[in-house]
Structure formats: C-alpha cells, structure tokens
C-alpha cells in the first residue's frame, strides 16, 4: 500500500528564516513525488515534482530513496508563504497510476 | 493554464434527495478526471478515477450506486450524490488530468456539500 506521512500538522516561522516541510513515503515501487499548495480561499495547485527537479517561488524538494524523504525546503521564507502544503505520490506512467496518494497537510505560517 | 471548474460551489440539500456535482476542463480535454473527498482540516481522498467513455474505478470502501460518476465528454465529469445523508456532507474536489510530457492533474475549486 501507498502511504504519504507528513509528520507537522503546523509549522511556524519567522520571515527570512529557513523552513523545512517534511515528507516521507512508503511505495512498494518507483514514485512520482509531488509538493501541492492551498493558499487561503484558493484551490490546490501544483507547486513541484521530482521529475522536473525545479525550484518553484524558491522551494526546492529532493527525492531521497535511501530515506524514502522527500522533504520540501526555502532557504529565506516569505509571509506569502503562509499556505497548506500537501506531499503527494502516484505510481508513475500509465493510466490509474496516475492518481494520486496525499499526506494529510502541514499549515506553514510565515510571521513578520 | 489550464483552469478546471466546478459547480455548483456550494449545495445545501434535504436528507434523501440526491446531488449532481460537475467538473469541466475549460480550456484542454481530459480523459480522466480524479474525484476527492475532504474532511474539515484533514487531507484529501481519493474516491473514484473516471474515465472517459468509461466504468469509473472507485477506491476501496467507496460505494459505486452511492456515488455515481459518468465522464461523457473529454471535458465533463459529473459526481451524483444519491440519497444523499448528512454524514456525506463534505468539501468534493474534482481534478482534471492533462496529458503530454509531466501529466499534470489541474484542480477545480470544489464543492461544498451540506447535507440536513
């Protein structure tokens, strides 16, 4: 079975200080990770994924199999930060692995 | 981008009666569409893959004639809520896959259900 743990339900920072997102993973297989944020009133939107290795808004996430991590990270966070973030894992190509496994959502809030 | 809507937002409902939710992919086709289910401040749940031209594939412990889908366009998907209780009160997410080199599943706003 397919599990997604993200261990903070909040986090709580100041502007300008580093902030970490953990994430890890249980895949009997070769997933697909995935970082999803909710800003206030919004819907859910794809922030990153492993595959394309890029840094979005300045979050970077590393696929780390040894770990089955998959931590979500910002060296300088910014109050426009603040949001809910999901990890998330699908089984990779091909038709219903597509869908998607969701942890239950760390609430990052970004102080001034 | 691509945008996916939903409608209605929002839907209050007698206990017994049932409940259609759509999700259009406005500006792509999409072949399959995802249906979720999210508790108050709890995460989101898989309940159904719905395909295209298709028998929708339903997540185990989610009742098939409770929660009917039928996707028969490349842009709509519809979730009925049938005989709808209030224990099935609940924020009914749908997502939109869009094919090609990441495949990436687009968001519809949602729908929140009250069921009296």
């Known amino acids: 079975a397919q599990r997604v743990t993200q261990p903070e339900k909040l986090l709580s920072v100041f502007k300008g200080a580093p902030v970490e997102l953990k994430c890890n993973y249980s895949?009997?297989?070769?997933?697909?990770l995935f970082w999803y944020v909710q800003y206030s009133r919004q819907r859910l939107q794809l922030l990153l994924r492993?595959?394309s290795r890029e840094s979005i808004k300045g979050f970077t996430a590393d696929l780390n199999k040894g770990e089955t991590s998959f931590h979500l990270k910002k060296p300088f966070a910014q109050e426009e930060d603040s949001a809910m973030y999901y990890c998330?894992?699908?089984?990779?190509?091909?038709?219903?692995?597509?869908?998607?496994?969701f942890g239950k959502g760390t609430l990052l809030t970004v102080n001034p | 981008g691509a945008v996916v809507s939903q409608h209605p937002s929002w839907v209050i409902c007698k206990s017994g009666t049932s409940v259609k939710i759509e999700c259009r992919s406005l500006?792509?086709?999409?072949?399959?569409m995802f249906w979720y289910r999210q508790f108050p401040k709890q995460s989101l749940m898989l309940m159904a893959t719905?395909?295209?031209?298709?028998?929708?594939?339903?997540e185990q412990g989610v009742e098939k004639d409770k929660f009917l889908i039928n996707h028969a366009s490349l842009t709509l998907s519809t979730l009925t809520v049938t005989s709808a209780h209030p224990e099935d009160s609940s924020f009914y997410i749908c997502?939109?896959?869009?094919?090609?080199?990441?495949?990436?599943?687009?968001f519809g706003p949602g729908t929140r259900l009250t069921v009296l």
């Open positions: 492993h595959i």
């Open positions: 998330a894992l699908s089984g990779g190509s091909g038709g219903s692995n597509y869908k998607l496994t």
């Open positions: 500006d792509f086709q999409a072949t399959t």
């Open positions: 719905s395909n295209e031209g298709s028998k929708a594939t339903y």
């Open positions: 997502s939109a896959l869009l094919g090609g080199l990441y495949n990436e599943q687009f």
């Open positions: 895949y009997s297989g070769s997933p697909e």
